[in-house]
């Protein structure tokens, strides 16, 4: 059973490495999405055979946190992003080192209040660790080899025939 636990603690240390690179790479924060994929929905109308177009697909707005934020707030929910996932890795690995990689169980290591005290506190100390880190790996490798994702605008050119 010990070595069960010790294989999901690495498997959700690998997902969260994974979701940093997935974040990096691929969130376009101007837009409030994921350029890989769009999550938003628009309800479709069958086509009656009337030619009449009472409801366009799409014209009500679409509810995003772009909507809502402004645009000089989108680095913060990406920060945001990057403490939720320092924070679960720390709470994982100090778990771990708070059992001894998981020979005490876990109603004898929270039986005392002190341990889960210290297991908060430096949770939470290590989860700002790791989120400044992966901000400044961000800033320095993916913000300059990535332009698409740098709040860009999308434009269109008006051609005049």
Request: hydrophobic share 45%; charged share 20%; proline share 1%.
């Amino acid at each position: 059973m010990r070595v069960i636990k010790i294989i999901f603690a690495c498997l959700g240390i690998l997902i969260s490495i994974g979701t940093f690179y997935i974040v990096s790479n691929y969130y376009d924060s101007t837009n409030d999405r994921f350029s890989f994929i769009d999550l938003n929905v628009v309800e479709v109308k069958k086509d009656t055979g009337d030619n009449t177009q009472d409801e366009v697909v799409g014209d009500r707005p679409k509810i995003t946190f772009s909507n809502v934020y402004s645009l000089k707030y989108k680095y913060y929910q990406m920060a945001g992003i990057f403490f939720v996932n320092g924070f679960l890795v720390s709470l994982i690995i100090i778990w771990m080192l708070q059992t001894r990689f998981y020979k005490i169980s876990a109603s004898e290591n929270i039986e005392d209040i002190d341990n889960l005290i210290v297991l908060f506190m430096t949770a939470i100390t290590l989860g700002l660790i790791l989120a400044m880190t992966q901000i400044v790996i961000f800033n320095r490798v993916y913000r300059t080899t990535n332009t698409k994702n740098i709040n860009s605008i999308n434009t269109k050119e008006v051609v005049k025939n």
